[in-house]
C-alpha cells in the first residue's frame, strides 16, 4: 500500500511540477528582456547606409548597418584612402544576458569590445565600456538624414559626421 500511495502522490504532483517549470520559464523569459526588446526596436534608425561628411583630405568613410534579426544589428565601418581601404572595423549592436551591447571588432584588438548600452531614446544612443582603454564611451545621435558618432574617454572626444545616403 505504501508503494502505490507513492506512486500516485508521484502522478498528482507532475500536474504541478509542469505549471512550476511553466511559470519558472516565463519569469526568466521577463527578467531577460525587461524592456531590451522595446528599446532594442528603437535603434532600427541606424540601418542604412551612412556617409562620412567630414574625413580629411584624401579619405572618405561608409558606414553601413543592416538588420540580421530582432537581436542583432551589424555593421562595417570602412575608411578608405584613394581607392585603397585604409581600416575596417566591424560592429554589432545586439541583446546579450539581457542587456543591449555595442561590439567592436577592430583588427588591432585581440578580443571584441563590448560596450553596454546605458541610455537610449527615439533618435540617441549611448554605450560604455569604463574598463576599455579608448573609447570608453560611444553616442550616436540622429537629426533628420544626419548621423554624429562621438567616442570619448580621458578627456579626449572625437566626432564623425555622416549623411545618410538614399
Known sequence: MGCRYRSLHLISSKPRMRKLILL?????SLKIYPQTANDFAKLQWIVGEWKRTNATLGTSGI????????IELQGWSTTMKGA???FIEKTKLLIKEGYIYYVADIPD???????KLVN????EFTCENSAHDFPKKIIYT???????ATISGDGKS?????????
Open 24 to 28: 519558472a520559464i516565463i519569469f526568466y
Open 63 to 70: 558606414e553601413k548597418w543592416v538588420s540580421n534579426s530582432s
Open 84 to 86: 585603397d581601404t585604409a
Open 109 to 115: 584588438n585581440k578580443e571584441l569590445v563590448y560596450f
Open 120 to 123: 537610449i531614446s527615439e533618435n
Open 142 to 148: 540622429k537629426n533628420g538624414n544626419f548621423l554624429k
Open 158 to 166: 572625437i566626432d564623425y559626421f555622416f549623411e545618410r545616403k538614399l
